[in-house]
């Protein structure tokens, strides 16, 4: 595999694991939601193992590569980005209605749209499952935090 594309996919599971660590923060920083917030961690992780299990499919040649625009420095960018929230969350310096308008904005970020253009899912039926899982669990968690914001006000 074209070392490119493997630090691209491993940055790519790097950023779920970057926004499960988040959920876990805001899981501890707001235990009133902490179960919804352990519950979207935890699906975090799966998209992060998911990920892995893409690479591997691409790496043995069952799955073809897309057309992605996405760019390894993009993806690291993100990890930054939400490590920084982590860290202002954890110091106490992120207001609940703002970590959860944050969390939406992650969700729609054009990464989390993105990620999978890079698999051509159109000749690999049997693993389209994965791309449809990913999809789904991320629509839901947009729709679950945006139903949460707005019961926030």
């Known amino acids: 595999?074209?070392?490119e594309i493997h630090n691209l996919l491993i940055a790519l599971r790097d950023n779920e694991m970057a926004i499960s660590r988040l959920y876990r923060q805001f899981a501890e920083s707001?235990?009133?939601d902490a179960?919804?917030?352990a519950k979207m961690s935890y699906q975090e992780i799966s998209h992060g193992e998911d990920i892995d299990q893409l690479r591997e499919l691409t790496a043995a040649g069952k799955l073809l590569l897309g057309r992605s625009t996405l760019r390894n420095q993009?993806?690291?960018t993100s990890i930054t980005?939400?490590?920084?929230l982590t860290d202002e969350c954890r110091a106490g310096r992120l207001p609940k209605k703002k970590a959860y308008a944050l969390a939406l904005d992650l969700e729609n970020a054009?990464?989390?749209k993105k990620f999978l253009d890079v698999f051509d899912f159109s000749t690999?039926?049997?693993y389209k499952s994965i791309q449809m899982k990913l999809v789904a669990e991320t629509e839901n968690h947009r729709k679950w935090i945006s139903a949460m914001l707005k019961e926030l006000g």
């Open 110 to 112: 054009l990464i989390e």
């Open 35 to 37: 179960e919804f917030w």
């Open 124 to 126: 690999a039926g049997h």
């Open 30 to 32: 707001f235990p009133e």
């Open 1 to 3: 595999m074209n070392p």
């Open 74 to 76: 993009a993806v690291l």
């Open 81 to 84: 980005y939400i490590n920084t």
